[in-house]
């Protein structure tokens, strides 16, 4: 790769400003000042600006705990969208919410700049599984259960794949339910059809991975390669 580029990307910067970078002797490669800015370095070069090393992120995957209000959107003339809350950190990168969230719900929402990796998980076939806890407005029944599990027709027709609908033990008013299909406000119709309002919805894991208990309803992480993985695994 060339140096321009590889500085660019571990910095967040424009290529221009790479290059002032490297033009006025402020990066080293493998200890040695370049000035170069098409300079060729590998992967297994040190590439340093001062006594900080530079790592080249091709692609970006944060967790977003996404409070109510909140639009999962990459822009919104009206609304504060969920890339609002972490552009200033990532200014030069294209994020995007890989699967939405109502704007009345909340929870665990993936944002990305890798398109790929969005695809795979939100495809029909990969049956990535997400999971929510659900506050109705009537209590959870056994029928209830029982149509999750055969699969709901909606009002429009459209037929359901099944799906886990798991009772709280503490309060009959509150489920988990774990959908393997994205649907616009699915669960919301879902209940509609069998006769209850859902008044909270929040979105725990996509995949084999939990939201972090300590994000607070805003705050947002990176996620670790191995978190990544967990991603595309079977609850």
């Not at 886990?164 to 209940?191: C, N, T």
């Not at 991975?209 to 992480?221: N, T, V």
Request: glycine fraction near 8%.
């Amino acid at each position: 790769m060339r140096l321009d580029k590889f500085v660019a990307q571990a910095l967040g910067l424009t290529r221009s400003e790479a290059r002032a970078l490297i033009t006025k002797g402020k990066i080293t490669v493998d200890g040695a000042v370049v000035k170069k800015a098409d300079a060729s370095v590998s992967e297994a070069s040190a590439v340093a600006q001062g006594e900080t090393l530079l790592s080249r992120e091709e692609f970006v995957y944060i967790m977003l705990n996404k409070p109510e209000g909140v639009v999962s959107a990459s822009e919104d003339r009206r609304d504060v969208t969920v890339v609002d809350l972490v552009k200033d950190d990532f200014p030069r990168r294209e994020l995007f919410p890989a699967g939405r969230l109502d704007k009345t719900s909340t929870g665990f929402v993936l944002l990305t700049d890798d398109g790929a990796f969005a695809h795979d998980i939100l495809a029909p076939r990969r049956h990535v599984p997400k999971t929510y806890q659900v506050l109705l407005d009537t209590p959870v029944t056994q029928e209830m259960v029982q149509a999750f599990q055969e699969g709901i027709t909606l009002a429009d027709g459209s037929r359901m794949q099944p799906a886990e609908l798991l009772p709280s033990e503490e309060d009959p008013f509150r489920a988990e339910v774990v959908l393997h299909q994205g649907v616009y406000h699915q669960i919301k119709r879902m209940f509609g059809v069998l006769g209850a309002g859902v008044n909270g919805l929040h979105r725990t894991a996509i995949g084999g991975l939990a939201l972090d208990p300590k994000l607070q309803p805003g705050q947002w992480r990176r996620l670790t390669s191995e978190e990544k993985a967990k991603i595309q695994l079977q609850k």
